[in-house]
Structure formats: structure tokens, C-alpha cells
């Protein structure tokens, strides 16, 4: 799954805002943390592999165990999520706004 637009947004927001790519900071780390879960909050969905990928190709992440961490948070934060938001609550209202069983 390719990643969507607005993820390689905050991606690159990611980049912009972390100066020194050789090791991330405590305050790095709850920065990458937090927005990760807003893109997962958002509903966007990422598939971990591409998130490593996105990094090892950006350019500016020259040391692996960055890249590695980055990417740990990154499941961190969607394992997170999923387990969470597992048991969502389905509408049962009928699209004319009447209760109904049929599950649309």
C-alpha cells in the first residue's frame, strides 16, 4: 500500500523539524510519536515497510538505528491504535434516518 499524500506530509514534517538526524532526542521521539498518531487518528493507514522505505530513500537519514527507531515508533503507534479502536461501534441508522438492522 502506497503511502498517501498527507502521511509523506507529516514525513517530511518529520525531517524538517528533527535537526540532527544521527540520534533523536527524547523531545524527538514524543515529536515523531505524536505524529504518528495523528495520522493514525486522521484514519490513515501506513504500512510500516513503506515508512522504512520513505526513510532510506529521503536522503538525510544516514544512520540505520535513527531509521530503525523511527520506524519501531511508526508500528508503536499503529499497533497502538488498532488495539484501541478494535471494537468500533457500527452505525445501525438507515441512510433516510430510520433504525434498521441491515448494517449500512
Known sequence: MPL???TIIRLNEITTLIE???QLSSENESLIKQ???EINKKGER???DEIESWFENEG???VKE???RIVNISHYAQSKFEERNKFR???DTCDDGDSCNCGS
Open 46 to 48: 501506513y504500512d510500516v
Open 4 to 6: 498517501l499524500n498527507t
Open 60 to 62: 538525510s537519514w544516514n
Open 66 to 68: 535513527v531509521r530503525t
Open 89 to 91: 461501534i457500527v452505525d
Open 35 to 37: 505524529i504518528f498518531k
Open 20 to 22: 540532527d538526524k544521527s
